[in-house]
């Protein structure tokens, strides 16, 4: 687009409107401002909060500051904040050494969590401006892929359909030969006694049981669950599992974890800064066990206060402190759950409903049967590291165990039975939530597993710095011996590419900072300067053919935009494609190429151009100095 | 519409112009009023060499990954790798002997003197492998080994892997086909992918060869070359289409040389300022992006190569002519028009 502009009756190009040129070195000077953050280190920090979402008190805060200070170490600064405290140390070590203190003086009620906190200067802060978060190879940590056991998921709720639909069949009067649950094809094989019945038994279905669809040949029924059961079903899983990591990845003290779905079946969990991993594994791996156990009536408050117990009975205490005695040996475990759900009963009380599979559902029989109207208890527990290690150097870990609910036994109907004696609707909500997350719905595998050494991940920023200055200057050089002024021009821009790219990085959320996200960094370098040699060729192409200097320079940028439009378009596909099917690391290089290709775009022609303006616009020129 | 006439290659030097500079002094000038920088270069004259080097190289390439078949890395066949640092210089080949006594199958190569990389396939592994492998170096290597980095990929993991990277290649070549079909021509588009199959041919063929580990950044390095590759051919496609526009006296084959012999310099510039700094990448980036430059170089060097010889050589091949160029109009009248 060229401009001819008529200014003082001469037709002047290359000229931008003044608007414009201000506009780019608003834009610079901004990008540059979010760019500094990158300077100023972080440091190593602890994040300490109460557990469960507790607040931290002001006397709390102040015995923190005595634990440390008791130990010697010394505290860059101490942010008590938002009912959480934030410690700032200025080496490793010190953290290490605090995390340590405060473990062990402040016990169970906090949690301490080893983080990096960056220096940035408070100005810089509150106009939003951050260093660029650091990848996992970049700052060391660990990350696991987890997968979802979707099969075994469905092959326990299949298990227990296929005995809820023979039990239901039998009471409606269908006749059925045989049910069986096919683990291969995931598929409930039913045959019935005559045609007959088979289709009695698919109508009874349609109208009684709306997830489930049906295939019937003669006697032979095969059923399985639509797929949009199927689906909710498998979201429903994820959605749970990422919870209860959730819940774990909070207990081991990571700040800034990242755990997210991954295609299907999948969960990543990535803990930066974390220096032991093989608690982390024990602790998301570790499994939280639900059982139930009948509540020793014969036994008083005071004998609990006295702890005058009988051996087979334990007393175990409630979130809110109350303790109860219940007997040791469990009815059934929470593997036995398959689904609980809150609802109202025939009185209107609030109420659970508790599905088991059909293990749970003998075991449960056997127990109930002089067990109705008993009150029993749902105990959850959990495999805690308590910091100490055996003579293996293998951490010991303690069984904490917590009432979450006593409640009293109802009806029981085949495979699932109903407690109440709830207070009321969110009660029974929140025990339903704890059966089902403590069932554990579907079991969650670690299937990879990558750790950096925080000394590595030191190693890998160096190194990326190395190369992306020598890549920087090199480039700069090449383009200064074959285009002079202009190949300085070129090279005075890609810095500013460089500094926009980095600003972009820094502000934009969900982008970290990855070994591939530097190899994108320096590939920018290379590609952004690009654009210029396409422009520089063209201008040389219009001065060839004798074309005044001026016009040339004009000519040039329009004429080599179509090119460069269309090869950054394809990089930025490229990207865009490698972004979807990428994982981790190559979603970072994606992202970095990407918006390296679209600053350079305005870098290199905008920018450039603007200063070729100033140098050579609107006057009489003689020759490029190219 | 065109006279097909064989240009007289009859150069005069220097342009005549009230704007003289270095450029347009050293200007090759022909009949017709083409300038150029150099004398052109016939490149389709000497395609069939071209497409033979080519084929031996395919060929080699072909054989190469056949017989000694691709090192898929750890990303796809699932194992542990771990990087173990050591307080004295080792020998790889001693630890890995020392090793395979609990690990039968574990290799072991040296990263650097003090440094050694060790893979375990998946069957043998276990939670706790690195911790170890680890006290096994310590009693009976060095009392200092220490593992710096472990990572492990189940099977899983794997097969997962490969279908996603399989699925970007083959999304990112029909996403290239129809994107040059739309702004070129398809007979240009078959010319571009042909030569991007040849410069992923050859990348792997190199890697098999030498057996160099396949891993997970070696794929979005290929797509990366596949782009770049795109844009040189990109630029002597779009130099072609706009001299098809100007010079109408010229047969299509001449026409191809011309453009070629014009676009040469910007081609190798774009090339080169890409590989300088992919060079760095390689010799500094560390061994995480080793794998990832390596097959950058290879692939800009052939990438910069088949852009210049192949696939224009392979569009004109399929029947390219000046009509393939220029944009079809239908007027009003229903008839034909070339937008000139």
Sequence with gaps: MELNIKHKGIIVQNHYPLWKNILIIFIMIVGSIYALPNLFPEKPSLQVAGSRGREIELDVYNQIRQIVSNQGIQV???????????????????????????????????????????????????????????????????????????????????????????????????????????????????????????????????????????????????ITYTKAKYDQTVNYAIDQSLGILRNRVTEIGVAEPVIQRQGDTNIIVELPGIHDVTRAKEIIGATATLSFNMVNTNITQQQIDA??????????????????????????????????????????????????????????????????????????????????????????????????????????????????????????????????????????????????????????????????????????????????????????????????????????????????????????????????????????????????????????????????????????????????????PIKGFAITLCLGVIISMFTAIVASKMIFNFVYGSRKVTKLHL | ???????????????????????????????????????????????????????????????????????????????????????????????????????????????????????????LVTNKTSQDIQKLLQDGIDPEAHVTSAEFVGPKAGADLVYAATMALICTIVMLLIYISIRFQWRLSLGAIASLIHDVIIVLGVFALFQIDVDLNFVAAILSVIGYSINDTIVVFDRMRENIRKLHRVSVEECINISLTETLNRTIMTSLTTLVTVVILLFFGGSSLYIFSLCLTIGIIIGTYSSIFIAVACSFDVGLTKEDMLIRQVNKDGLEEYER
């Design chain 1, 76 to 222: 860059n600064r101490a942010v008590f904040k938002d009912g959480k405290v934030n410690l700032v140390f200025e080496s490793e070590a010190d953290q290490q050494k605090a995390a340590a203190a405060l473990d062990t003086d402040l016990g169970n009620t906090y949690t301490t969590a080893l983080s990096y906190t960056p220096a940035t200067p408070s100005w810089l802060t509150s106009i939003g401006a951050q260093p660029m978060k650091l990848g996992l190879d970049l700052r060391g940590g660990v990350r696991f892929l987890m997968d979802v056991d979707i099969k075994t998921l469905f092959d326990r709720s299949y298990d227990s359909l296929q005995r809820f639909i023979r039990d239901q069949a039998r009471q409606n009067g269908i006749n059925l030969v045989s049910t069986n649950y096919d683990s291969k094809t995931q598929t409930i094989q039913i045959v019935a006694d005559s045609s007959n019945d088979a289709s009695r038994l698919t109508s009874y279905l349609h109208q009684n049981m709306p997830d489930v669809q049906t295939s019937i040949q003669g006697p032979n029924v095969t």
């Design chain 1, 307 to 584: 702890n005058l117990i009988p051996a087979d009975t334990v007393v175990i205490a409630n979130a809110q402190g109350q303790r109860t005695a219940v007997f040791k040996r469990e009815i059934i475990s929470g593997t036995h759950i398959i689904d609980a759900s809150a609802g109202r009963g025939e009185n209107g009380g609030a109420q659970v409903n508790i599905r088991l599979n059909s293990e749970g559902a003998k075991l449960i029989s056997d127990a109930t049967k002089s067990a109705i109207g008993r009150p029993m208890a749902t105990v959850y527990s959990e495999y805690k590291d308590t910091g100490r290690k055996n003579e293996e150097g293998k951490p010991i870990l303690r069984k904490i165990d917590e009432i979450a609910n006593v409640a009293t036994i109802q009806a029981r109907l085949g495979s699932s039975f109903v407690i109440t004696g709830l207070s009321s609707m969110a009660e029974a909500n929140n025990l339903a939530l704890i059966l089902r997350s403590g069932a554990l719905v579907a079991p969650i595998q670690i299937i990879s597993e990558k750790v950096i050494g925080p000394s590595l991940g030191a190693e890998n920023i160096k190194q990326g710095l190395i190369a992306s200055v020598s890549a920087l200057a090199l480039t700069i050089l090449l383009m200064l011996v074959v285009y002079r002024f202009f190949g300085f021009v070129a090279g005075f821009v890609l810095l500013f590419n460089i500094l926009l790219l980095v600003a972009a990085l820094s502000i934009l959320p969900g982008t970290t900072l990855t070994m591939p996200g530097i190899a994108g960094i320096v590939l920018t370098i290379g590609m952004s300067v690009d654009a210029n040699v396409l422009i520089y060729s063209r201008i040389v192409d219009e001065l060839r053919v004798g074309r005044s200097p001026q016009a040339a320079l004009s000519e040039g940028y329009n004429g080599a935009w179509t090119s460069i439009f269309d090869s950054n378009l394809t990089s930025i596909l490229t990207g865009v494609i490698l972004f979807i099917f990428g994982t981790g």
């Design chain 2, 1 to 123: 519409m065109s006279d097909e006439s064989k240009l007289k290659e009859i150069y005069k030097r220097g342009v005549d112009t009230p704007y003289p500079n270095r450029f347009s002094k050293k200007a090759y000038v022909l009949d017709g009023g083409i300038v150029l920088a150099r004398p052109i270069t016939h490149f389709m004259k000497y395609r069939k060499w071209m497409y033979i080097f080519s084929g031996i190289l395919l060929l080699l390439s072909c054989i190469a990954m056949a017989v000694r078949g691709l090192n898929l890395g750890l990303d796809y066949t699932g194992g542990t790798v771990m990087e173990v640092q050591y307080s004295h210089a080792v020998q790889a080949p001693e630890i890995g002997e020392y090793l395979s006594k609990s690990y039968p199958g574990v290799e072991v190569t040296s990263a650097s003197a003090r440094e050694t990389t060790i893979r375990i396939p998946a069957k």
